[in-house]
Structure formats: C-alpha cells, structure tokens
C-alpha cells in the first residue's frame, strides 16, 4: 500500500495549507484514517482523525484551527489547516487510525514563519 500526501509549503504565521492524501487499494475508504506530525526534534504525534461515519477527534493544540474530512469517495483525507503558527511546522503524514507501521508516506513538510 503507498500513501501520498500533498499540499505543504511555507507559509506566514496566521495562513491556511490545505493537505491532501491517499493510498492506493483504497485503503482510506474501509477505515478511520489519522493525520499526524513530526515537528523539528519531536516525536510523531497525531494531529486529528476521522472515522468511517466521518466523526472526526482533534489534538488540543489544533482545535478549532484544523478541520479533518474525507471526500465523496472516502479514499482521499485532507486537513485544512486555518490559523497557522510558528509550532505547526513539521512533516504531516497521513496514515490509518490507529497507524499502521508498514503504510507511512513520506509526508509533506509545512513551515510556518513568525
């Protein structure tokens, strides 16, 4: 299974990324599937998930700035991320939730610049 995801870059503290993802076989559309981070000498931690009936669970440090969703299809999972700081730069990856050790992506890297 390969997971892609898109849509990082850089960006100005306060600014908006909308990220993308999908993995091949479908496999976001039969299962709850999680975006996640790895900020600059920190652990991968998730960022917010999204179930198949498409609830959605939010970290604290991104509540009420990052909406998670799927599309008509269910195998592609965006993050659209509003309100940006300085402390969300990192590589975001997409991947099942809870991960799956054999389906991380290369990610995407978003800079945030105060």
């Known amino acids: 299974v390969r997971v892609v995801e898109s849509g990082g870059g850089f960006v100005q503290d306060g600014g908006s990324l909308r990220l993308s993802c999908t993995a091949t076989n479908n496999m976001f559309r039969a299962n709850p599937v999680g975006w996640y981070r790895r900020g600059p000498g920190k652990q991968r931690e998730l960022v917010a998930d999204?179930?198949?009936?498409?609830?959605?669970n939010y970290a604290e440090f991104v509540k009420g700035r990052f909406t998670i969703s799927r599309d008509n299809g269910g195998n592609t999972v965006y993050l659209q991320m509003n309100s940006l700081k300085s402390e969300d730069t990192g590589v975001y990856f997409c991947n099942l939730s809870p991960p799956n050790r054999v389906m991380w992506g290369q990610g995407t890297q978003v800079t945030v610049s105060s």
């Open positions: 999204i179930s198949l009936s498409s609830n959605t």
